[in-house]
């Protein structure tokens, strides 16, 4: 059974970091394109970031500079850094493993860890 975990959420103050982990198992092979996603109170999930298995990477405009995507392939887990954090990335933070060899489709997705910025 495929499973994703998230941790590392919480409350922080505007400006600071968090760390979110997304433990992975049961996956026969290896991900090429894991996501990171957040959907904020009462608005629609979106796409944070993507990291594909040679490492290249993708950031949603709103958070360029400031998070990173990262993977460990022996750990089976990714991993998204938030710095300068706003009221705004207040959100619900989930990770995706997406099926096939694009960062498109169809996806494993975790549960979930929730981020609240206050100001």
């Known amino acids: 059974q495929v499973q994703l975990v998230e941790s590392g959420g919480g409350s922080v103050q505007a400006g600071g970091s968090l760390r979110l982990s997304c433990a992975t198992s049961g996956y026969d092979g290896q991900w090429y394109c894991m996501a990171w996603f957040r959907q904020p109170p009462g608005k629609e999930r979106e796409r944070v970031a993507t990291?594909?298995?040679?490492?290249?990477?993708n950031y949603a405009d709103s958070v360029k500079g400031r998070f990173t995507i990262s993977r460990d392939n022996r750990k089976n887990t990714l991993y998204l850094q938030m710095n300068s954090l706003k009221p705004e990335d207040t959100a619900m933070y989930y990770c995706?493993?997406?099926?096939?060899?694009?960062?498109?489709?169809?996806?494993?997705w975790g549960k979930g860890t929730l981020v609240t910025i206050s100001s």
């Open positions: 990291i594909e298995g040679y490492g290249r990477t």
């Open positions: 995706a493993g997406y099926y096939g060899a694009y960062c498109s489709g169809g996806a494993y």
